[in-house]
């Protein structure tokens, strides 16, 4: 199993290693080596967002704990950038990334509880991705002008089929509050070999549906939290192109472009560091909305040694703590 996921992870990353090497042969190299110098030291500040945004999902992640004293900032921070880390470098991204999370704060913090708020703070930062893609689709087909090729009409279904998907998942999770059904801990007890865990799963959605009326008084800050998030999202795109520039943009445009990452983010998340879909995928949304492939693509590898500074910072961590664990033992 191991060996195929290590073969899929190798395929994928080649994959995307071509992709990416021919868009940027495309639209020009030389241009692209330009507008990178042209961010300048202004990349520091760009990492610095990315670093404040996975500070707001670690203050999100403690605030679903029924006692956040349980866990620092500074450690829930430190889980964050790695499973973040894992999630990128691996095909399987969050289903290997958020138990990751649980797994580093083993010591500081049982298994249960931490996996149950990494949940609840999923579900919202779910929600909320697909409330920002939804609204960025709404914006596309009302203040942009599409191509009338078949480009565009494939844009127009994209926006469409994201609208009635979040729908679809506001409806299905205000459904599972209401009804609260054991899906999980059922199917559990079918497996024979599963039978022994279905207790604790039980008590794992039971925590899980009842997080609301247990903490009314969090959902506001978990709300600001996650909404921070992808404000700072814009906000990076924002400065990105400015740099790249000399000019500030409009806020609009940031925004589809960061709501355009967050998609691609959400479809290629099995795709290590999304090499080559995040390039050409920006680079083409960047023309339908206006501005020019050179700029799109610029972005998406500014953006991409963003990723990779906290890549590598997760790897740090990663074997800072396996090294003072096996020195504890």
């Known amino acids: 199993m191991k060996q195929r996921i290590s073969f899929a992870a190798v395929l994928t990353a080649i994959a995307g290693l071509v992709l990416l090497v021919w868009v940027v042969r495309r639209v020009g190299a030389a241009d692209i080596a330009a507008d990178v110098r042209q961010v300048g030291w202004g990349i520091a500040a760009i990492i610095a967002i990315g670093g404040l945004r996975f500070l707001l999902r670690a203050a999100a992640w ?8 349980q866990l620092p900032l500074r450690e829930a921070f430190a889980a964050v950038v790695c499973g973040d880390a894992i999630g990128n470098l691996t095909p399987l991204g969050p289903i290997v990334g958020e138990p990751a999370k649980a797994a580093f704060v083993r010591r500081r913090l049982p298994l249960g509880p931490a996996v149950a708020a990494l949940a609840v703070e999923n579900v919202l930062y779910t929600l909320s991705a697909a409330a920002m893609i939804a609204a960025g689709m709404i914006a596309l087909l009302l203040h942009f002008q599409l191509p009338s090729d078949s480009t565009g009409a494939v844009m127009r279904r994209i926006g469409e089929a994201a609208v009635a998907g979040t729908i679809a998942l506001f409806v299905a999770a205000l459904w599972l509050l209401w009804r609260q059904p054991a899906i999980v801990s059922r199917a559990l007890g079918v497996a024979p070999g599963l039978r022994k865990h279905t207790d604790r799963i039980r008590d794992l959605e039971h925590r899980i549906y009842s997080f609301a ?19 700072l999202g814009v906000a990076e795109v924002y400065l990105t192109l400015w740099l790249l520039s000399g000019a500030p ?3 609009l445009l940031s925004f589809m472009l960061e709501t355009a990452n967050r998609l691609i983010t959400v479809v290629f998340k099995f795709v290590p560091l999304r090499l080559g879909v995040d390039e050409a995928g920006t680079a083409g ?3 339908i909305i206006g501005l020019d492939a050179k700029t799109g ?6 953006r991409k040694v963003r990723v990779l500074f906290w890549a590598a910072a997760g790897g740090v961590l990663l074997v800072r703590a396996g090294v003072s664990r096996n020195a504890s033992d």
């Open 62 to 69: 403690r605030l679903c704990l029924d006692d956040p004293r």
């Open 213 to 231: 009326s247990r903490h009314p008084g969090k959902l506001p800050g978990l709300a600001t939290a996650e909404i921070g998030f992808h404000a």
């Open 249 to 251: 943009p409009s806020l």
């Open 285 to 287: 949304f960047a023309q």
């Open 297 to 302: 693509l610029s972005l998406a590898i500014v």
